[in-house]
Each structure stands twice: as C-alpha cells, then as structure tokens.
C-alpha cells in the first residue's frame, strides 16, 4: 500500500514573514512530485498575526496545526506533537528557514523510503564537543564547565548525524525516539539532532538505515555523506532543499567555505 505522507512545515513566532513567503514561493515553483498532504504548523503565535499569515496561504492548499504549547521547546517539541497526531504516517519535517529548489524533491525522497528507514536531505560529522574553543583565557572556567557538560551529552568528531532542518520518518518512529524527552535550553535541542543519544545515534541501535538523498536521485551511506554535494562541499549543487545553513555556506567567500568543509568534514579549522 503506497505510504500516506505529510509534508509538515513549522513557522514560529521567532520568523518573520519573509521565511513563510519564501517557502510558499518554492513549494509552488518546484512541483513535489509525490502525493502528499502540506501541514503548517504554527508555533508561539497571537492571533492577530496568525490571521495575518493566513491571508497569505489562502492560494496554497493546506492543513492547518495550532501548536498549543506555550512554551519554546524548539522544533522537536512541536514535530512529537505532529507525530502524535500522524502515528502511522511518514513525516516529511522542514523547518522555517527551508524550502524545495528542485522539483519532484519529495518523489527522489520517497523513492529510498522503506520500514526503518530515515532519510535527510544533508549529513555531517561536526561535533559540539570537538568544535569547542577556548577564545579568551580568562573564560577558562567557563569552558571548562561547558566542556564537561559537552562531553557528557556528545561525542568526539566524527559525529555523524543527519541534519533534522529537513528529514523524513515515520511518526511512530519518532515518538519511540521522542518520548519523554524535554527541551528546555537550545543544548538539549542539539543533543537530539547531533548528542551520543540522537535521532541518528538512537536508531542506528536499533539497525535503521540512515541516508541522504540528493537531486541526482543518489543515495549516499553515512561514510559518502559529503559526497552527495548538499551540504558544505563544493557549491552544494545537489541540494533538494535549502535550509538557513546550506544558503550561509552559498554566501561564504571562497575561504570561508573551505574552512567551514574542514570544520564539517574534517575538524580543522
């Protein structure tokens, strides 16, 4: 039986405008190719500006999601209360920052999907721990303490883990890795993406399959990660979607690119 899917797009009251224009933008040039239904979500938002963001989705077709939190528990919260809500779904989350910039994206996406499967759209090996500096010595206690709360909660480099700006899983899948977990701090938001006990590090114990995808319709396994060109490699021609870190790289002189694919890729900077 062919998958029911949804695209779920999250907009918070930490964006502004230009983001949900972007995405619509996007998402209306470059046709998905795959059968899906689009879920906004919206997250920490009034009413009067809410009703305002509305006007500006009339011409999109879409299913509308109040996050009833009240509190910042950053994306992960609000995607576990998605997949709460789409358990036999697969989920196809996008943050606000993200849109598609090539078309049948979702159908290259879906094409790798199967049971125990978790497919990003970018990949890397930065780890929150290697990449700590020390950059005025009288902070030393400062990074000390951060250090060893950093060594608690993630690994060495390489750390690899898929970027969760943009992926795709099963929603039971994701509140077997989300239950009970609280985000109060931006650290424990990290720590799901990229920590010793993350999305990627969490279901590789269990034997998933964990690719990324790019807009040759390649999939690459976590050893070939940079090589699908999409995130911090070359000029990230193969990128499916576009996310806030993929277009800083994109706007980097050629110096700052190269050190941000050493940071990425090899720990160097």
Request: with cysteine; proline share 1%; hydrophobic share 35%.
């Amino acid at each position: 039986m062919k998958n029911e899917v949804i695209v779920a797009y999250l907009f918070s009251g930490f964006e502004n405008k230009e983001n949900l224009y972007n995405f619509i933008k996007h998402y209306k040039k470059y046709r998905s190719g795959y059968k899906h239904r689009l879920l906004i979500c919206f997250k920490l938002i009034d009413n009067k500006k809410i009703n305002e963001l509305r006007k500006i989705l009339k011409k999109i077709k879409h299913i509308e999601f109040l996050d009833p939190c009240r509190i910042n528990d950053f994306d992960f919260g609000t995607y576990g209360r998605v997949a709460e809500l789409n358990k036999n779904k697969v989920i196809f989350f996008m943050n606000g920052y993200s849109y598609p910039v090539k078309k049948n994206w979702l159908k290259i996406i879906m094409k790798y999907y199967k049971k125990k499967t978790i497919i990003g759209c970018t990949g890397s090996y930065e780890s929150q721990l290697s990449s700590l500096k020390i950059k005025k010595f009288y902070k030393i206690f400062n990074y000390i303490k951060k250090y060893l709360f950093y060594k608690k909660k993630f690994n060495l480099f390489p750390n690899p883990h898929i970027r969760t700006a943009n992926f795709l899983i099963n929603g039971n899948d994701f509140n077997s890795f989300n239950i009970k977990k609280i985000y109060k701090k931006k650290s424990d938001a990290w720590a799901s993406e990229s920590g010793k006990n993350g999305l990627t590090y969490f279901f590789k114990r269990k034997k998933f399959k964990i690719f990324v995808i790019n807009s040759d319709a390649k999939v690459f396994t976590e050893r070939e990660w940079m090589f699908s060109e999409t995130y911090c490699y070359k000029n990230q021609n193969k990128l499916l979607i576009s996310d806030k870190h993929t277009r800083k790289f994109q706007n980097l002189s050629k110096i700052g690119k190269l050190g941000c694919k050493n940071k990425v890729w090899f720990n160097q900077s």
